[in-house]
């Protein structure tokens, strides 16, 4: 990734999306979650991968305000952290991260696939902002890596015969981080 794709990716999806790249945990497996200053090595800016592309379902907890922090929770309640612990040290370590349903927030997942079938315009609408997103990152083939079930469902429906898509369980599940990077 160069720095120009980096901080147009950035303008134009900085508050739906993010990388998995984060600061060294201290401490605590949550701590420095929410250090952004990660992206200001221009190492790891070259480091970033678009041809791996973390979905997540959507935003659990209001809006996010400050760019790329998605997936980047300091909430002690967040989940996130999980993320990092799992990718560690792999292949997979600076993928780009974003969410099939933009812009609502709904902590409890169970309620969106009824949401979707009763606003079947929402998901459409989204789908293509998706791929306006693959697009806009220039991925070639990319491997997409569904966090969850509901998730793979979105994915599988729309884009089944289109891309490689994987699913890996959701971070928020109630695992252990090591048996979470385990499962991942």
């Known amino acids: 990734m160069n720095l120009k794709k980096f901080n147009f990716i950035k303008e134009k999806y900085g508050l739906l999306a993010?990388?998995?790249?984060?600061?060294?945990?201290?401490?605590?497996?949550?701590?420095?979650?929410?250090d952004l200053s990660i992206f200001d090595d221009p190492d790891v800016i070259d480091s970033l991968n678009e041809n791996i592309i973390f979905v997540g379902l959507n935003v659990s907890r209001g809006s996010i305000k400050i760019p790329l922090s998605n997936f980047h929770d300091p909430n002690p309640r967040a989940t996130d952290f999980k993320t990092r612990f799992a990718l560690k040290n792999t292949p997979y370590w600076g993928g780009y991260m974003t969410d099939?349903?933009?812009?609502?927030?709904?902590?409890?997942?169970?309620?969106?696939?009824?949401?979707?079938r009763n606003n079947p315009q929402i998901e459409s609408s989204n789908i293509k902002v998706?791929?306006?997103?693959?697009?806009?990152?220039?991925?070639?083939?990319?491997?997409?890596?569904?966090?969850g079930v509901a998730t793979y469902k979105i994915l599988k429906r729309n884009f089944n015969e289109k891309y490689k898509i994987v699913k890996i369980p959701h971070y928020a599940h109630q695992i252990s981080k090591e048996n979470y990077r385990e499962e991942v």
């Open 100 to 116: 099939i349903v933009k812009n609502y927030s709904e902590i409890d997942s169970s309620k969106i696939p009824s949401y979707l």
């Open 18 to 34: 993010s990388w998995a790249v984060w600061t060294e945990a201290g401490d605590k497996a949550k701590s420095n979650m929410g």
């Open 130 to 147: 998706f791929e306006e997103e693959i697009a806009d990152l220039g991925a070639r083939n990319p491997l997409i890596i569904s966090f």
